[in-house]
């Protein structure tokens, strides 16, 4: 089985660092065109040259995507150049650890505007292009906490946003089905990132006691299953959501 | 970065019930064009040749064992007879499953016996027949085809009897997951929606306009597509999926 991803144009959001970094590295070794939004582009440049470097192709973009009109002008801009999205990858996240009565309405506003409007947002505006191809993947990572209300790291407010991906996730399968075009989510559970590295020993092993597994994710085992998702290897998949979580959830 | 990712399944030892035709016969063929040497089977003995002779003309490695797989002492002898040939089972495949399309009202125990002693115990005795081995080994692959009829109580094809079964295969892989997971063993299961086969094909035709309505893809799906979720699922890519149950259904159930 051989992931071919020649001539397919992807947006990945978020792919300064960590998780989205590997996606954009993982699909640009099978031969895509990577476009990036990340407000961080010196990360994002980074990660731009490492694809050059191997021969592949790349574009980067400071953009909010909680913003509309920013996103929109950024996939027109994508659109001209290469012709078209054919993938998007909505990563681009951000958490808070703070428990539910220590937040603000601020910071309920920003988690869910990044979180979830900024899903909402690229969906939004690479819809119409892939609906008029007739073919669209789109991947959403999500997360784990989006199922249990937060937990290892995420707090109540971003298990929140990441249950509204997951539904999101499902609207845009079950409408944008009829199109030919995939949505699906991943649910990552703890992976090997800045994310995790500020965990004490003590906690670390406390988390590992319920993964079967016994092992963190890294990011390139979310980066393989969105790879798979990304692929015609998945075209019967749609409106699924994939845990890469080392067996934590064991749900539906 | 890496080069273009492949899977790369030569020397690996993939074992499929029910696979000399329909979905298993796919994964089969799908798994042996990742190079991975396949053993069938299936209680359909000439079908299960045939399949075998045809796969091994097109020069691809595969064996065909007889088999009930509701048998759990034959379960066994053929599990013994793997080993001792090949060395090792790297992956199980359990496809082997009938349908039972009586409604609950019809049914008795006799078909009670019948669904869940294949659908079912058929499960229990190839992964039980395994899972010492892959525990010694430190690895291996299970992969279940489970049903979105055990999700949704049946429905389209399979009946209460058939969802209870294959609802069974969920909570197995789950608890295979739980405890094979410490030794490096993933356990997962692959839910179809409609597929394009012979149990699938065999649905009234006015059942399937329904069908394809609720299908937000519009349409069936082909037992390749199965078999490619099956390969990735058995692959290092998806070394940190396990006790997931994945959904290959166009859409249907999105859970």
Redesign the interface.
């Known amino acids: 089985m051989k992931f071919d991803f020649n001539g397919k144009n992807v947006l990945v959001t978020g792919a300064a660092q960590g998780i989205g970094r590997s996606i954009a590295l993982t699909l640009a070794s099978c031969g895509a065109n990577i476009a990036i939004i990340d407000m961080n582009v010196e990360g994002a440049g980074e990660t731009k040259a490492e694809i050059e470097k191997s021969g592949g192709k790349s574009m980067v973009f400071k953009a909010d995507v909680s913003k509309l009109e920013m996103v929109q002008e950024v996939i027109a801009e994508v659109e001209a150049s290469w012709g078209s999205i054919d993938i998007l990858v909505n990563n681009a996240g951000i958490v808070s650890p703070k428990p539910f009565l220590e937040t603000t309405q601020e910071e309920w506003d920003k988690i869910m505007a990044v979180n979830l409007k900024g899903v909402y947002n690229t969906c939004f505006a690479a819809l119409p292009g892939m609906i008029g191809r007739k073919y669209g993947k789109i991947v959403n990572i999500a997360s784990i906490a989006g199922k249990k209300g937060g937990g290892f790291f995420g707090n109540t407010i971003y298990g929140t946003s990441k249950a509204g991906v997951i539904a999101l996730t499902k609207g845009i399968a079950r409408e944008a089905g009829p199109y030919g075009i995939n949505a699906n989510a991943i649910c990552p559970g703890p992976i090997e990132t800045n994310m995790l590295s500020g965990c004490s020993k003590e906690n670390r092993e406390r988390i590992l006691q319920g993964v079967p597994l016994k092992k963190f994710g890294q990011p390139q085992d979310i980066a393989n299953m969105v790879l798979f998702l990304a692929s015609d290897f998945a075209s019967h998949v749609t409106g699924e959501i994939t845990d890469v979580d080392g067996g934590i959830m064991r749900d539906n | 970065?890496?080069?273009?990712?492949?899977?790369d399944l030569s020397g690996k030892i993939v074992v499929v019930t029910g696979a000399s035709r329909g979905i298993g016969r796919a994964i089969v063929e799908?798994f042996c064009?990742?190079g991975a040497t396949c053993v069938i089977l299936d209680i359909l003995e000439e079908a299960g040749r045939q399949t075998a002779m045809e796969l091994n003309a097109q020069g691809k490695k595969v064996d065909f064992l007889p088999l009930d797989v509701s048998d759990h002492s034959d379960v066994k002898k053929a599990f013994t007879e793997i080993f001792s040939k090949y060395g090792r089972v790297d992956v199980l495949v359990n496809d082997a499953g009938v349908t039972l399309p009586t409604p609950f009202a019809e049914c008795d125990e006799n078909d009670w016996e019948r669904v869940i002693g294949i659908n079912l115990k058929g499960c229990f005795n190839t992964c039980n027949a395994v899972f010492p081995e892959m525990i010694k080994n430190g690895s291996g692959k299970i992969i279940n085809i489970a049903s979105i009829a055990g999700?949704l109580g049946g429905g389209f094809r399979g009946t209460a009897i058939y969802a209870a079964s294959k609802a069974g295969v969920i909570g197995l892989t789950?608890g295979l997951?739980?405890?094979?997971?410490?030794s490096?063993i993933?356990a997962n299961a692959v839910c179809p929606?409609v597929i394009s086969t012979v149990m699938g094909n065999s649905i009234p035709e006015e059942q399937k306009k329904l069908i394809i309505e609720g299908?937000?893809?519009?349409r069936y799906?082909?037992p390749r597509?199965?078999a490619?979720?099956v390969?990735?699922l058995a692959?290092d890519?998806?070394?940190?999926?396990?006790?997931?149950?994945?959904?290959?259904?166009?859409?249907?159930?999105?859970?």
Do not use: Q, W, Y
């Open positions: 970065m890496n080069g273009p990712a492949v899977i799908s064009e990742s999700k789950k997951a739980r405890e094979g997971g410490p490096g993933n929606g299908t937000p893809l519009k799906g082909e597509e199965i490619d979720v390969v990735f692959s890519m998806a070394g940190h999926v396990t006790g997931e149950i994945f959904d290959v259904d166009g859409g249907i159930v999105r859970d």
